[in-house]
């Protein structure tokens, strides 16, 4: 079973900054935090990770919390291409999905 | 051009019947996966090769069997298929299996 949780949906306007939250409150000191999102009717494909420090890339960037017992993928600015399933998954291996957050992006 | 190829992407067929749906990746990777989604649209990992060498064998009847002839390739058999194999599959790869997964587009199989 997924050990994080993310809210079932979210909404933003286009252009608009994006935080799409999730809790992993069981989460080891090894354990690696993955974003991966799937678009309608595609795989899921790779946002971003991270293990303790903030990230930045081309798509996104991941805050985490101190404690590691949260984290925060932003979008900085949505776009109508960005609607789609997004995936928090705490561990390693293999890659545990949950529900994932459905984003909605509003032109 | 693609990097995971997954063949065929639909696939229709009557319970009972035996079919296989193909994966190939060309990112050089030398561990690949599959994954089932259901209609309520949960992603479960099925089973993992590394190096042609089974390594993830989650609770999966044995109707289903992979098979790997080369890096490249990781090919999803199934047998006596049932209304409840009905789900889109979808093949992973990566470099090594702690790696970025790159996932193939989908294989939607339909058992009627």
């Known amino acids: 079973d997924a050990k994080t949780t993310q809210p079932n949906s979210m909404e933003s306007n286009e252009e608009e900054p994006v935080h799409l939250p999730c809790n992993h409150s069981?989460?080891?000191?090894?354990?690696?935090i993955h974003w991966y999102r799937q678009l309608p009717s595609q795989g899921p494909e790779y946002v971003i990770h991270?293990?303790?420090s903030n990230v930045n890339n081309r798509m996104a960037s991941l805050a985490i919390a101190e404690d590691r017992k949260s984290s925060t993928l932003i979008l900085h600015r949505a776009t109508l291409r960005d609607a789609a399933v997004y995936y928090c998954?705490?561990?390693?291996?293999?890659?545990?999905f949950g529900k994932g957050t459905r984003l909605s992006v509003i032109a | 051009d693609t990097a995971v190829s997954q063949t065929p992407k639909y696939l229709v067929t009557q319970m009972g019947n035996d079919k296989s749906i193909k994966c190939e990746q060309n990112l050089g990777h030398d561990t690949m996966y599959w994954y089932k989604q259901d209609s309520k649209k949960f992603l479960k990992i099925m089973f993992s090769?590394?190096?042609?060498?089974?390594?993830i064998n989650e609770t999966v009847p044995n109707r289903f069997s992979p098979k790997s002839p080369d890096k490249a390739h990781l090919n999803l058999h199934i047998n006596s298929l049932e209304l409840g194999d009905s789900a889109v599959y979808f093949c992973?790869?990566?470099?090594?299996?702690?790696?970025?997964?790159?996932f193939g587009p989908g294989t939607r199989l339909t058992v009627l």
């Open positions: 991270g293990l303790t």
């Open positions: 992973a790869s990566s470099h090594g299996n702690r790696g970025t997964q790159y």
């Open positions: 090769y590394n190096n042609k060498e089974l390594i």
């Open positions: 998954i705490q561990g390693n291996t293999p890659l545990v």
């Open positions: 069981t989460i080891s000191g090894t354990d690696y």
